[in-house]
Structures are given as structure tokens and as C-alpha cells.
């Protein structure tokens, strides 16, 4: 573009070359978005800190995020549900289930909408997890009580699942 076109259209010839580079990087991060939403459902918080650590632009990641967000194809609601789902069925508690949803930034309120701590099914499962690892038999004394205490509540169980687990037994 001439010096004269420039002054005409009150464009500047640096701001061109540079749209089509941003652009570039703007495909480069939202396809490698799609890439990990692929594999796997991502919270909105853990996919920006992915593409973040990648060392890409913090502005235009959280951009391609947020039109991910608003295309429906990255949802905290879709990952908790599918999230919670897979660790329950992996013998896991609602507390370290709720650890671990906070850690990848998903809000109190969408954890409340799929995980209710206080739901009896945790109980059943709290009993399953046990009987998986120990047996149906009871623990004999007081150490064996405390270890499998211990390995429940690792898992993630509350206090008050892993008494009725343990005094049921």
C-alpha cells in the first residue's frame, strides 16, 4: 500500500500485516483446544490453564476459551457430570471429588448441582469400596479398624460414611 492509499483509507500498513499473524495465532491456540477437548471434557479454568502453559497469549486464549464457551463445546456443567460420574465409578468419595473439581476451577454452584455430599448412595458406595479391598470380614481390633478407616477416607469419604461403613460391618 502507497504512502498516499495509507493516508486515504487511514489505514496503517503495520496493523495489516499484523491482523492476519493474530488471526494465525488465534487458529494455532483454538485448534489446539479442540485438540484436548478431543481426548477428553474440560473444565473452562483447566483448558485456559492448559493452553496458558503453552506459553500462548493470555488475552487471546481467554478469547478462544470464551467463544468455546459461548459455541457450547467447552461446559463445566458437561465436564462435572461426566467428571463425577467417572471417580464415583472408580470407588472415589464426594470429598475428593469435590478436591478435585475445585482444583480445575469448577464453581461451588455447578459442584452442588452434581455432587450432593449428604445423598445416601455414598454410604452403598463407601460399603463397596470396602468389601472391594477388605472382604466382607470385619476388622478384628483397633489397627484394623483405623487402616481401613485410613483407606476410606483417602478415598474421600466422610467421617460420618466411613463410621456407618465400619460400625455396620
Known amino acids: 500500500m502507497s504512502r498516499a492509499q495509507e493516508e486515504a483509507t487511514g489505514?496503517?500498513?503495520?496493523?495489516?500485516s499484523s491482523e492476519p499473524q493474530c488471526l494465525k495465532?488465534?487458529?494455532?491456540?483454538?485448534?489446539?483446544?479442540?485438540?484436548?477437548?478431543?481426548?477428553?471434557?474440560?473444565?473452562?479454568?483447566?483448558?485456559?490453564?492448559?493452553?496458558?502453559?503453552?506459553?500462548?497469549?493470555?488475552?487471546?486464549?481467554?478469547?478462544?476459551?470464551?467463544?468455546?464457551?459461548?459455541?457450547?463445546?467447552?461446559?463445566?456443567a458437561r465436564f462435572t457430570e461426566a467428571f463425577v460420574r467417572y471417580r464415583c465409578n472408580n470407588g472415589r468419595g464426594p470429598q475428593r471429588i469435590q478436591s478435585e473439581l475445585r482444583e480445575r476451577g469448577?464453581?461451588?454452584?455447578?459442584?452442588?448441582?452434581?455432587?450432593?455430599i449428604g445423598d445416601p448412595q455414598w454410604f452403598e458406595r463407601a460399603a463397596q469400596v470396602r468389601n472391594k479391598r477388605f472382604g466382607d470380614a470385619l476388622?478384628?481390633?483397633?489397627?484394623?479398624?483405623?487402616?481401613?478407616?485410613?483407606?476410606?477416607?483417602y478415598r474421600g469419604f466422610t467421617s460420618e460414611q466411613i463410621r456407618e461403613v465400619l460400625d455396620d460391618v
Open 106 to 116: 469448577v464453581s461451588e454452584k455447578i459442584q452442588a448441582a452434581y455432587l450432593n
Open 11 to 16: 489505514v496503517d500498513d503495520s496493523l495489516l
Open 25 to 76: 495465532v488465534h487458529n494455532k491456540i483454538r485448534k489446539k483446544a479442540m485438540d484436548l477437548l478431543m481426548r477428553r471434557e474440560h473444565a473452562v479454568a483447566e483448558l485456559q490453564k492448559k493452553l496458558e502453559a503453552r506459553d500462548y497469549d493470555t488475552n487471546i486464549v481467554a478469547e478462544v476459551v470464551a467463544q468455546l464457551a459461548d459455541e457450547g463445546l467447552v461446559s463445566d
Open 139 to 153: 476388622p478384628e481390633d483397633f489397627k484394623e479398624r483405623a487402616r481401613q478407616a485410613r483407606f476410606l477416607q
